[in-house]
């Protein structure tokens, strides 16, 4: 082990180390690794309210096995708060901003290692990313997820329960009483939302990828366990600068072959194909939507949990957690064992005791809820460069579908139409200009997803975007359409009325086009101006960032 931080060591640190006894270090504490503890918490956020708790634990564990904890903090926005308006175009650009200032903080201080605290659906992969780009020893821990609600006896969520219950009101399916008490009991505690959506899945993944301890995923936020993980992360923090175990040593091709595949197990959000290829952008490795389509073609979905299943992150927990699932994996062959992972042992050492104590939520191999994973790739002449849907959500009747093209410059102009009642049973909505450069931002369209299935539309309407959806939608849904309208895109020229067909099982997203007619509109094609004005960060986001195909990563 690095016993001394040799930046703050010698005659001429003497002002370096002056600078640390006025906030009460001692001497003693500048020859221990220096830990940075990068704590996401805030007051805006119910998956990070409740963070210095897990801080402290972490400082614990940190000062405890030897080293010196140093907490800063990170930004988080919360992706439920920021939806259905302007706001929803910060989320995924902070991404960037959360990896960026961790970087700095660290390199500026010279920190020995990371333990990074974060729970929420950017926060996370933007504090793997800068795992991943600084690669000194960093162990990632989450908040974990709350508790789900209970309205007249049923389980409800944040999607289950009050986003839904908006399109349940329109459709006067409940009274406004009945929809308030159901938005006061859909998310009882602290924690990440308790469904299968983006935080949770990436919380998830983190397991699979080697940078987050077993358990990580699914103990809830309100229990004593969190607690104890957190003080073992700060503890094994110290263990991983002793044998100088670092990030890309564990995020490896196999390691995110692995993570995909437990995706694809669990039905997770389709967001965490933009993540995981932007981890592996800094993690130097080599990872594309082709991918995703291939590890999904062999790893059947065996959890089916909220928005797409009844069960909740709780019920994964108690049915034996995320180990529970890569044991089943690893058995059929479906798992890379032998990489190495933050434990300092190998992901098939840490799950190989891991057993499955309910068969309802985590189902053996042989009994799935269907043969293929939680996520598809579609390519077309209206996605040439791919587009995603989350399977595992969509009803067995609109895995094929067609029907025409509802068509919407803006989330707000298609939920307007949505709540309005203007979108009719056998329509595909279109909403484009919503990408990453277009957005900018790419928001997520969870209003009018779960407008349409609030309204009993699900099984019926199709909805279509460049821009992307929350991991707590369900029903047939297809983002990150690739390219982008604002890139010129086919979708940018289909019209109203153009018949969009949908084949999912055979991987088909298309507009009923000739290539003639499709270079014609394009010919007449304009790019619009940006949305973002001149001078803010989501300008200068828009023109670094690239294609929802390769992650929406920046290209300097």
């Known amino acids: 082990m690095k016993k001394v931080n040799e930046t703050y060591q010698g005659v001429d640190r003497a002002p370096h180390r002056s600078l640390f006894y006025a906030m009460g270090y001692l001497p003693e504490d500048l020859k221990k690794p220096l830990i940075g503890v990068v704590n996401a918490h805030n007051e805006l956020i119910p998956g990070h309210f409740h963070l210095n ?190 044998e100088n175990i670092r990030p890309r040593d564990i995020l490896t091709l196999g390691a995110f072959r692995n993570a995909i595949a437990v995706d694809m197990a669990i039905g997770g959000s389709s967001n965490t194909v933009l993540h995981l290829m932007a981890i592996a952008n800094e993690a130097r490795i080599p990872l594309d939507l082709e991918e995703f389509d291939k590890v999904s073609r062999k790893v059947a979905n065996i959890a089916k949990l909220s928005p797409a299943g009844a069960h909740s992150i709780n019920d994964l927990n108690e049915a034996g957690g995320i180990s529970a699932v890569i044991n089943q994996l690893m058995k059929a062959g479906l798992i890379y064992n032998d990489e190495i992972t933050v434990t300092g042992k190998t992901l098939g050492e840490n799950v190989t005791k891991a057993e499955v104590w309910d068969t309802d939520v985590i189902r053996a191999i042989e009994k799935p809820y269907s043969k293929e994973g939680g996520i598809a790739i579609l390519r077309g002449n209206l996605a040439p460069d791919g587009a995603v849907v989350k399977q595992s959500g969509v009803e067995p009747e609109m895995m094929m579908h067609k029907g025409p093209a509802r068509v919407f410059e803006s989330e707000e102009e298609a939920y307007g139409a949505i709540i309005n009642k203007k979108i009719v049973s056998g329509d595909v909505v279109i909403i484009r200009y919503e990408g990453p450069k277009g957005g900018p931002g790419m928001r997520e369209m969870l209003s009018p997803t779960a407008a349409i299935v609030g309204m009993g539309l699900e099984k019926s309407v199709a909805l279509i975007t460049d821009g992307r959806f929350s991991g707590g939608t369900r029903g047939p849904c297809l983002g990150h359409v690739s390219p982008e309208a604002s890139e010129g895109g086919p979708i940018a020229i289909v019209q109203e009325g153009d018949i969009i067909e949908i084949d999912i099982p055979n991987r088909v997203l298309r507009v009923d086009l000739t290539d003639e007619e499709i270079e014609s509109r394009l010919k007449d094609w304009k790019q619009p101006p940006s949305k973002a004005e001149e001078g803010t960060y989501l300008y200068r986001y828009s023109k670094l960032v690239t294609s929802a195909s390769t992650g929406a990563v920046f290209k300097y």
């Not at 988080?76 to 706001?87: K, L, P, Y």
């Not at 986003?163 to 329109?170: D, I, M, N, R, W």
């Not at 940078?211 to 094994?236: D, H, M, S, V, W």
Request: proline share 5%; charged share 15%; net charge negative.
């Open 53 to 242: 708790e897990i801080a402290q634990a972490v400082k614990l564990g940190v000062s405890a096995a030897g080293g010196t904890p140093m907490e800063f903090p990170v930004i988080g926005i919360c992706d439920g708060i920021a939806m259905n308006h302007n706001g929803m175009k910060y989320p995924l650009s902070t991404r960037e901003l959360i990896a960026d200032s961790i970087e700095a903080m660290t390199i500026g201080h010279q920190l020995n290692g990371l333990v990074l605290i974060g729970n929420c659906d950017k926060i996370v992969p933007g504090m793997m990313m800068a795992a991943a780009r600084l690669n000194i020893p960093a162990i990632y821990i989450s908040g974990g997820p709350m508790l789900t609600g209970s309205h007249k006896g049923k389980t409800v969520d944040l999607i289950r329960g009050a986003f839904e219950g908006v399109g349940a009101h329109v459709e006067g399916k409940i009274s406004a009483e009945e929809l308030e008490e159901i938005e006061m009991q859909s998310c009882p505690t602290c924690g990440s939302c308790a469904g299968m959506f983006t935080a949770n899945t990436m919380n998830c993944l983190a397991e699979a990828l080697g940078i987050g301890l077993p358990g990580n995923g699914t103990i809830p936020a309100p229990y004593g366990q969190r607690r104890q993980l957190a003080k073992r992360a700060g503890i094994q923090i110290m263990e991983l600068i002793k």
